[in-house]
């Protein structure tokens, strides 16, 4: 039965405390992973493949047993009081697991159904109008494309009206256009106050899309951090100054300054620490013109993610 | 109780069995009346009557429960087989739903479809062989607690099953075998000596004979017998079925 009576405003939605797993082949896909959601956002879980994101994922939905550890959504244990927790969460799978014969139509109202709601034909439309699936209403499933079978997974799991959806890999195969419509269709719910849990290993994904990001590498939580916060920390900014004359080499009364040549000798590059309230900029272009080094052309750049997350997980390895 | 969740089930496994309506009601019932062809209408006029009931008629509750005890089977464990098959069995396994919803769903599902199929191949042998039934509502019992205990263990072996090939196996090799000796073309009282005796270690003789003594009033072993076998049969179904789900074997990693 759908839970009527939410968690109180400000506790985390889903809570996540020493979970482990550790799967019968011996393998450890997750070690004691502590993680709390705020309801309304959008959460990133960021990790390579073989990382622990599906496990994590499929234990808070039921579909893999917890090895040690407690999980709750909106303050239901999801094992004691798995009707109430599971009623609130969709989920939207890896694979396209999908019915060969079954009609979409039929297909969503039966998720709908499954999940404890009673039929709601006007819902049902909207979410398949909203993912453009209503003319394809009629359709055997098995005569659908791949993305439009993604288009079928995502709307079986907002068939029952969840208060947190999981998409696992949401845009892994699928073409620049449902991208697109699947981040709008993301904002759009939770614009409606949906709390959006995504696992990508695709980094742009979690920087256009995440308000947090979580890191999870080998089992473990290494990090999770607000989106801004955590490229501002871990980030690095590079100043690149094009000159005018290559050098051979970084004159040695430049010795202070951490520089490095690029560009064979055309470009000095300066890399430095953009939370520093001296970062050492203005100096270096007073020596630079002491010296007579000239340049026609400066930018500076921040890292992306990808390159944080590469740090990351190097220095865990 | 997840009421929804039943109906959802329900509907989805009864729309599979109509969308293939030919598979699963016609050939069943093709194949029966084939049997009453030949083992009724064409050698049982050559044979005695069995405790008094012409042959044809005699054969009738067996071929009934033969059909009944294969289709429940394969129809309960293709139903929960093909979602983890194809992988939507995710889905169920993230519902909130109990093994309770699940079993009504599925069995319910393929017990429906069971009874609708004993039915049909009754009303089928009346144009065959004369027959009558002195027992009505025990006979519908007996349909009724047979279809739902093999639909259960057709739901177990479905679970159980990692590959077409094993899910084909159980009613090959241990169902059939047990139909055919189970006094579906005989009644073990023509049995040899020490056969008679083995063959009550097989729990089909108790269905078939309780299924028969509704019809024509006589039987193999007494029918309360007959009762508290099947339904002890129901209820080790359920126990089984509430530990896989309990423990996730087979069905969580």
């Known amino acids: 039965m759908p839970d009527s009576t939410p968690a109180a405003p400000g506790e985390p939605i889903v809570r996540v405390a020493g979970l482990s797993k550790t799967y019968a082949s011996g393998l450890t896909a997750l070690n004691s992973i502590d993680l709390s959601i ?5 959460f990133a879980l960021l990790g390579p493949n073989g990382a622990g994101k599906t496990t994590l994922i499929n234990i808070i939905c039921g579909i893999v047993t917890p090895g040690g550890g407690r999980i709750s959504v909106a303050g239901h244990d999801i094992v004691r009081e798995y009707r109430a927790a599971r009623a609130l969460i969709g989920l939207v799978p890896q694979e396209l697991h999908t019915d060969a014969f079954e009609s979409v139509w039929s297909t969503v ?42 288009r079928v997974l995502i709307a079986k799991a907002l068939a029952h009206e969840p208060q947190v959806l999981f998409l696992d890999e949401p845009t892994a195969g699928v073409d620049v256009e449902l991208r697109r419509e699947m981040w709008d269709m993301v904002r759009a719910l939770r614009e409606r106050g949906v709390t ?50 290559p050098l051979a080499g970084v004159p040695p009364e430049l010795g202070a300054w951490p520089l490095e040549l ?36 400066l930018h500076s750049s921040e890292s992306s993610l990808e390159e944080i997350f590469v740090n990351l997980v190097r220095t865990r390895s | 109780m997840n009421v929804h ?13 109509f969308r293939t309506l030919m598979q699963s009601i016609a050939s069943p019932v093709l194949s029966t009346s084939l049997y009453f062809v030949v083992f009724g209408a064409a050698i049982g006029q050559r044979m005695g009557a069995v405790d008094g009931v012409s042959y ?77 039934v002195v027992h009505p509502l025990w006979m519908v019992a007996f349909l009724l607690l047979t279809a739902v205990s093999f639909s259960m263990l057709g739901f177990i072996i479905g679970l159980w099953s990692e590959s077409f090939e094993q899910l084909g196996i159980v009613p090959l090799m241990v169902l059939t075998p047990l139909t055919f000796l189970g006094g579906a073309f005989y009644s073990i009282a023509m049995l040899p000596g020490a056969w008679r005796q083995i063959a009550l270690f097989n729990p089909v ?49």
């Open chain 1, 38 to 42: 705020e309801r309304g956002e959008i």
């Open chain 1, 109 to 150: 109202t039966f998720s709908r159904g499954l999940f404890g709601r009673a039929p709601d034909a006007r819902h049902c439309e909207q979410v398949l109008r909203a993912l453009s699936l209503w003319e394809r209403r009629e359709a055997k499933i098995m005569t659908l494309s791949g993305g439009m079978k993604r």
């Open chain 1, 196 to 245: 959006i849990i995504l696992t990508t290993h695709y980094i742009e994904e979690a920087e256009l899309m995440a308000d947090r990001i979580g890191v999870i590498h080998r089992g473990e939580l290494i990090v999770v951090e607000e989106k801004a916060r955590l490229m501002r920390k871990l980030g690095k900014k590079q100043l690149t100054l094009q000159l005018q004359r």
């Open chain 1, 262 to 297: 690029g560009d064979a000798g055309h470009a000095l590059i300066y890399t430095f620490d953009a939370q520093r309230s001296d970062t050492g900029i203005a100096q270096l272009l007073r020596r630079l013109q002491e010296l007579n080094i000239d340049f026609k052309d």
């Open chain 2, 5 to 17: 969740a039943i109906r959802a089930i329900y509907h989805f496994e009864m729309a599979r069995t």
């Open chain 2, 56 to 132: 044809g008629a005699f054969i009738v509750p067996g071929l009934i429960m033969l059909s009944l005890l294969t289709e429940s089977v394969s129809n309960a464990s293709l139903g929960i087989y093909l979602p983890k098959w194809s992988g939507t069995i995710f889905e169920l396994l993230s519902a909130p739903v109990s093994y309770v919803e699940v079993l009504l769903g599925y069995v319910g599902a393929a017990a429906t479809k069971s009874v609708m199929l004993g039915t049909l191949i009754l009303v089928t042998a009346r144009f065959f062989v004369p027959y009558h």
């Open chain 2, 205 to 253: 003789v108790y269905l078939i004979s309780g299924f028969r003594w509704s019809f024509y009033g006589v039987a193999d072993v007494n029918v309360l017998l007959s009762t508290a076998a099947t339904l002890a049969f129901f209820l080790l179904c359920v126990a089984v079925v509430a530990w896989i789900f309990r423990s996730g074997y087979k069905l969580k990693s």
